[in-house]
């Protein structure tokens, strides 16, 4: 509640909030993981799912294509199928933008891709 009152939200205006700290559900790269997540969403009536950070969800290799298309096809789909928006918030990886950790399928899998980065001054 603290990060959200640095943001001067208060609790009085979050009512449609649900906040699920490390949830115990299987990887979001499963079949379980993504009828979880699915299940988690379609019960509490969700427009929206954010998942902060995609690396920490998954349970196969950062830099292995696989795991992000597995993402997609268990967890992505479904909630899209269901009309249930998702922001993905991840890092790329040390090598960002020449080669992002798990190449061109983690940002194939999403749209549209953004980066922020801080600026030294």
């Known amino acids: 509640m ?3 009152q640095a943001f001067r939200y208060e609790p009085a205006g979050l ?3 649900i906040l ?3 949830p115990s559900i299987a ?4 079949l379980l993981g993504g009828q979880q997540i699915l ?3 379609v019960t509490h009536q969700a427009a929206i799912v954010i998942i902060d950070t995609t690396s ?3 349970a196969g290799k950062e830099n292995d294509a696989d795991t992000y298309l597995a993402f997609y096809r268990h967890t992505v789909i479904p909630l899209r199928a269901r009309g249930i928006a998702l922001l993905r918030l991840d890092h ?4 960002w933008p020449a080669a992002p950790a798990g190449r061109r399928r983690r940002r194939a899998t999403s749209t549209p891709n953004g980066c922020c980065r801080r600026h030294r001054s």
């Open 2 to 4: 603290e990060r959200l």
């Open 15 to 17: 009512g449609r909030l």
């Open 20 to 22: 699920f700290s490390f």
């Open 27 to 30: 990887a979001l790269d499963s």
């Open 39 to 41: 299940a988690l969403a």
């Open 56 to 58: 920490r969800v998954v």
């Open 92 to 95: 790329p990886g040390k090598t």
